[in-house]
């Protein structure tokens, strides 16, 4: 892990361990899911949060006050079955997270996955 990303992650524990669980949840599932499609995911620091690679940047995740939100670069074009992503604009849609908990119940591994794969397609 690079020293901006450590800072980063600190800061978030020392605004809110709850949000520093969240986010620590969504990396780790990012990571698993990526490692089911043997790709290797580069973790960069920008725009305050964690922007997610593989082939490109397909994502990233960020912590506010009372959420954590996982963006997706390209969400408009992801199937949303869950009915969980939210956003209006012309590329980008995101999941907001108030628990570890919405990790599971949101299907976030499944959007994940759509996103990782956006570029098979």
Known sequence: ??????????DIGFMSPS??????GVR???NATAAVSSLDISETVKYGG??????????GVFAYKQHV????????????PHKVLEGSGKFRRHIK???TDDI???HVAEYITQALHQEDK
């Open 1 to 10: 892990m690079n020293g901006q990303l450590e800072k980063l992650l600190e």
């Open 19 to 24: 949000l520093l669980e969240i986010v620590q």
């Open 28 to 30: 780790q599932t990012v």
């Open 50 to 59: 964690i922007l997610f690679s593989a082939k490109s940047a397909f994502g």
């Open 69 to 80: 939100s996982l963006e997706f670069s390209l969400g408009a074009n992801l199937s949303d």
């Open 97 to 99: 997270l108030t628990s």
């Open 104 to 106: 599971t119940a949101k």
